[in-house]
């Protein structure tokens, strides 16, 4: 857009008429514009463009469709599947998980945390030293849940879980802050547990 250069050059003396003129543009449309520089749907796409952007910092693994999904879920900001895959082309708010060609079988990575357990769970011998955690999908009649759940390795006792039907990552949270919450119940200190999830 021109008009903000024409701005910037009326503010520095040279006249309007002349850089419209030499910019080819018409003057009414500039003065529509700098009685109004933000249009309605730019203030309304930004928001939407900041609701994407924050639904993706809490789980950047999603597509545009589950952020269009979740920016409507927590944020009240309702937007088509087309608009949040325009705004994320544009932004560059793309998932984090690549696509793999089909046919194709890949490696997994190296793993994102240093494995401190070592796979050696028959060794933990005190409650809290070290918990175990994975996510389970179940089917329903209305439609997927999600499990999140926390083991300790010592008693081989579920002490916390989450259920949500999207796996997003405050289902892992939530799962964690209900096993803490009901050791914490009991007395127990869970100062320095370890927690071991697959990879």
């Given at each position: 857009m021109?008009?903000p250069?024409?701005s910037?050059l009326?503010?520095d003396?040279?006249p309007v008429?002349?850089?419209?003129?030499?910019?080819?543009?018409?003057?009414?449309?500039y003065?529509r514009?700098?009685?109004?520089p933000?249009?309605?749907?730019?203030?309304?796409?930004?928001?939407?463009?900041?609701?994407?952007?924050d639904?993706?910092?809490?789980?950047?693994?999603?597509?545009?469709?589950?952020?269009?999904?979740?920016a409507?879920?927590d944020?009240?900001?309702?937007?088509?599947?087309?608009?949040?895959?325009?705004?994320c082309?544009f932004?560059?708010?793309?998932?984090?998980i690549?696509?793999?060609?089909?046919?194709?079988?890949?490696?997994?990575?190296p793993?994102?945390?240093d494995?401190?357990?070592r796979?050696?769970?028959?060794?933990?011998?005190?409650?809290?030293?070290?918990?175990?955690?994975d996510?389970?999908?179940?089917?329903?009649?209305?439609?997927?849940?999600?499990l999140?759940?926390i083991k300790?390795?010592c008693?081989?006792?579920?002490i916390?879980?989450s259920?949500?039907?999207r796996?997003k990552a405050?289902?892992?949270?939530?799962?964690?802050?209900?096993?803490?919450?009901?050791r914490?119940?009991?007395?127990?200190?869970?100062a320095?547990?370890?927690?071991?999830?697959?990879?």
């Amino acid at each position: 857009m021109k008009y903000p250069l024409v701005s910037d050059l009326a503010e520095d003396g040279v006249p309007v008429s002349v850089t419209c003129r030499v910019l080819k543009i018409a003057r009414q449309p500039y003065y529509r514009w700098l009685a109004n520089p933000v249009t309605d749907q730019e203030w309304e796409e930004a928001h939407r463009l900041n609701a994407l952007i924050d639904a993706h910092r809490d789980d950047p693994e999603f597509g545009y469709r589950y952020l269009a999904d979740t920016a409507e879920e927590d944020a009240g900001v309702k937007m088509a599947h087309r608009t949040a895959w325009r705004l994320c082309h544009f932004q560059g708010v793309f998932s984090v998980i690549s696509k793999r060609k089909k046919g194709k079988s890949t490696r997994p990575g190296p793993p994102v945390h240093d494995d401190l357990v070592r796979r050696q769970f028959s060794t933990v011998k005190t409650l809290n030293q070290v918990w175990l955690t994975d996510i389970t999908e179940h089917h329903t009649g209305e439609g997927q849940l999600y499990l999140c759940a926390i083991k300790d390795a010592c008693s081989r006792r579920i002490i916390g879980y989450s259920i949500d039907n999207r796996m997003k990552a405050s289902l892992a949270v939530r799962a964690l802050n209900n096993a803490i919450a009901n050791r914490r119940r009991t007395g127990a200190d869970v100062a320095g547990c370890i927690v071991h999830s697959d990879r």
